[in-house]
Nanobody, 129 residues
Framework: QVQLVESGGGLVQPGGSLRVSCAAS????????IAWFRQAPGKEREGVSC????????SYADSVKGRFTISRDKGNNTILLQMNSLKAEDTAVYYC??????????????????????WGRGTQVTVSS
């Protein structure tokens, strides 16, 4: 069964750090482009970061550039998102998604949810003092 499972969310103070993970089962992430999306209450889902199929390209939303880092742990079939200098506006449910779309696998930064085939259920990140 193809599955993505996010973990690592929680409550952190402004300025703090958190690392969320996305573990895959039933398929190998090596052959997919991967993205992180987030959705805050009352807001649309937005793209946060993506990494290309060959790890040669990454992209970040302007709001997280310089603070978040996406990486791939091939040995564990996992995608990581390191989040530093967190702000209250980063509070959201964070989702990982995988795609084999011929364009989206190269992580152009368009962050179109419709291009992603597999989704996790999300992990809550709350930034608050």
């Amino acid at each position: 069964q193809v599955q993505l499972v996010e973990s690592g969310g929680g409550l952190v103070q402004p300025g703090g750090s958190l690392r969320v993970s996305c573990a895959a089962s039933g398929f190998t992430l090596d052959y997919y482009g991967i993205a992180w999306f987030r959705q805050a209450p009352g807001k649309e889902r937005e793209g946060v970061s993506c990494i290309s199929l060959d790890d040669g390209s990454t992209s970040y939303a302007d709001s997280v550039k310089g603070r978040f880092t996406i990486s791939r742990d091939k040995g564990n079939n996992t995608i990581l998102l390191q989040m530093n200098s967190l702000k209250a506006e980063d509070t959201a449910v964070y989702y990982c998604a995988a795609t084999d779309d011929s364009a989206a696998i190269w992580c152009s930064g368009s962050f179109s949810p419709g291009e992603y085939d597999y989704w996790g259920r999300g992990t809550q990140v709350t930034v608050s003092s």
